[in-house]
T-cell receptor, first 112, second 113 residues
Framework: DGGITQSPKYLFRKEGQNVTLSCEQN?????MYWYRQDPGQGLRLIYY???????QKGDIAEGYSVSREKKESFPLTVTSAQKNPTAFYLC???????????FGNGTRLTVT | SQQGEEDPQALSIQEGENATMNCSYK?????LQWYRQNSGRGLVHLIL?????REKHSGRLRVTLDTSKKSSSLLITASRAADTASYFC?????????????FGTGTRLQVTL
């Protein structure tokens, strides 16, 4: 089955530690995205990538970093510079500009 | 910035009734999309309406778009308990091969038996 795999489902970290969230897709989509969702809120765009070795900041990129070394993979690192990292993180991909997004099932990150 | 604002924030109806959710946005768009999210899960795309379309149907879903009022509505007819979820509108701005989607805060729909 084609889709997006995010791992792990739950992640716990101590404050001050960097943590990397995994996102893999086998849909052969060019574009990939990272969104953050806080309780009772909509999604906010962190970073997106249109092609391998290229990515752009979204609305809330501060404290996050990404890489796109392979078409299938778009990992997100939450750095210690992110002031409020506890959230639900969603990865998505799309086939072309304007087409719908396919989402993974998210990683819930808790930082204490 | 949150472009789409949904109304109502929460909606509770009985099975068989229709559910209507509204979305307003602020700037020009290429298309508007509606997504569904079950608790603790990712979002699932429901329907996409282009900026030059006024109405679209898909099964029990009907979406309207009024670009002059910068608003859209999602109607779910003959609702079922399985429709219980949060529903989000998202406005799309196409940049190259990507779609920059801006999501609203969502409507939580509860369908009771």
């Amino acid at each position: 089955d084609g889709g997006i795999t995010q791992s792990p489902k739950y992640l716990f970290r101590k404050e001050g530690q960097n943590v990397t969230l995994s996102c893999e897709q086998n849909l052969n989509h060019d574009a990939m995205y990272w969104y953050r969702q806080d309780p009772g809120q909509g999604l906010r765009l962190i970073y997106y990538s249109q092609i391998v070795n290229d990515f752009q900041k979204g609305d809330i990129a501060e404290g996050y970093s990404v890489s796109r070394e392979k078409k299938e993979s778009f990992p997100l690192t939450v750095t210690s510079a992110q002031k409020n990292p506890t959230a639900f993180y969603l990865c998505a991909s799309s086939q072309t500009g304007g087409s719908p997004l396919h989402f993974g099932n998210g990683t819930r990150l808790t930082v204490t | 910035s949150q472009q789409g604002e949904e109304d109502p924030q929460a909606l509770s109806i009985q099975e068989g009734e229709n559910a209507t959710m509204n979305c307003s946005y602020k700037t020009s768009i290429n298309n508007l999309q509606w997504y569904r999210q079950n608790s603790g899960r990712g979002l699932v795309h429901l329907i996409l309406i282009r900026s030059n379309e006024r109405e679209k149907h898909s099964g029990r879903l009907r979406v309207t778009l009024d670009t002059s009022k910068k608003s859209s509505s999602l109607l779910i007819t003959a609702s079922r308990a399985a429709d219980t979820a949060s529903y989000f509108c998202a406005t799309a701005l196409v940049t190259g091969t990507a779609s920059k989607l801006t999501f609203g805060t969502g409507t939580r729909l509860q369908v009771t038996l």
